[in-house]
T-cell receptor, first 112, second 114 residues
Framework: DTGVSQNPRHKITKRGQNVTFRCDPI?????LYWYRQTLGQGPEFLTY????????KSRLLSDRFSAERPKGSFSTLEIQRTEQGDSAMYLC??????????FGQGTRLTVV | TQLLEQSPQFLSIQEGENLTVYCNSS?????LQWYRQEPGEGPVLLVT?????EVKKLKRLTFQFGDARKDSSLHITAAQPGDTGLYLC??????????????FGQGTILTVHP
C-alpha cells in the first residue's frame, strides 16, 4: 500500500452534469476526510468518516454533494448538477490518529 | 478572517538564504501539522507538533510550536531550489470534536532561485 489513491486525477465536465470521485485510503486507516481547495487557498474541510459512519459535514457541503464510505473502505464523493463554482481540487485524506493526516494526489475538477 | 493566519503569503529568495514562515491564531490547537504541496498534487505531511514549546528538526527544516499552542513557525536554513513549493500549516482545534478535522492557513508560496 503506497498511500492514499484518488481517481480520476482530472475531470472536465459540463455545467449541470453529475460527477463522482473515488478515494482509496491507506488500508489500516479508519478515519477518512474530504477537503476542497481552490486556487491560492488552503484546503477547506468538507466531510469526515469514521469507518463507514459520516460523522461531520461542513456547511460547504450543499445538498448537491453526497459522500459515502460503504463498508468503511473506499469513499466516493458525488456532485450533482455541477456549477462553475464547484471547480476546485478535491482532496481526500486518511489517518489512524487525529494528529496525522495523509493526503491523496487530489482530483482536479473543471466545470465548463 | 482566517482562523490560522500564515505569513508571508509569498517569499522569493536566493539559494543559500534562510527563511521563516509563521502561522498564528487566537485559538488553541491540540496539534499542528506542516505540509508542502507541489502544483497539481496533494499536500505532503512534513511534521506534526503536539506539545507547547516543542521544536522538531527535519534536516534543514526546524519547526516550533508556541508555548500556548496558538502559533507555529517553520524555519529553513540554506534554502535550495528543491524547497520551492506551497507550505501549509494546519491545526486540530483544541476542545472541539476528536475527529481530527484540519483547519488550514492560506499557505506560503516559496520560490528559491538558483
Amino acid at each position: 500500500d503506497t498511500g492514499v489513491s484518488q481517481n480520476p486525477r482530472h475531470k472536465i465536465t459540463k455545467r449541470g452534469q453529475n460527477v463522482t470521485f473515488r478515494c482509496d485510503p491507506i488500508s489500516e486507516h479508519n478515519r477518512l476526510y474530504w477537503y476542497r481547495q481552490t486556487l491560492g487557498q488552503g484546503p477547506e474541510f468538507l466531510t469526515y468518516f469514521q469507518n463507514e459512519a459520516q460523522l461531520e459535514k461542513s456547511r460547504l457541503l450543499s445538498d448537491r454533494f453526497s459522500a459515502e464510505r460503504p463498508k468503511g473502505s473506499f469513499s466516493t464523493l458525488e456532485i450533482q448538477r455541477t456549477e462553475q463554482g464547484d471547480s476546485a481540487m478535491y482532496l481526500c485524506a486518511s489517518s489512524f490518529s487525529i494528529t496525522e493526516a495523509f493526503f491523496g494526489q487530489g482530483t482536479r475538477l473543471t466545470v465548463v | 478572517t482566517q482562523l490560522l493566519e500564515q505569513s508571508p503569503q509569498f517569499l522569493s529568495i536566493q539559494e543559500g538564504e534562510n527563511l521563516t514562515v509563521y502561522c498564528n491564531s487566537s485559538s488553541v490547537f491540540s496539534s499542528l501539522q506542516w505540509y508542502r504541496q507541489e502544483p497539481g498534487e496533494g499536500p505532503v505531511l512534513l511534521v506534526t507538533v503536539v506539545t507547547g514549546g516543542e521544536v522538531k528538526k527535519l534536516k534543514r527544516l526546524t519547526f516550533q510550536f508556541g508555548d500556548a499552542r496558538k502559533d507555529s513557525s517553520l524555519h529553513i536554513t540554506a534554502a535550495q531550489p528543491g524547497d520551492t513549493g506551497l507550505y501549509l500549516c494546519a491545526g486540530v482545534r483544541a476542545g472541539g470534536t476528536s475527529y481530527g478535522k484540519l483547519t488550514f492557513g492560506q499557505g506560503t508560496i516559496l520560490t528559491v532561485h538558483p
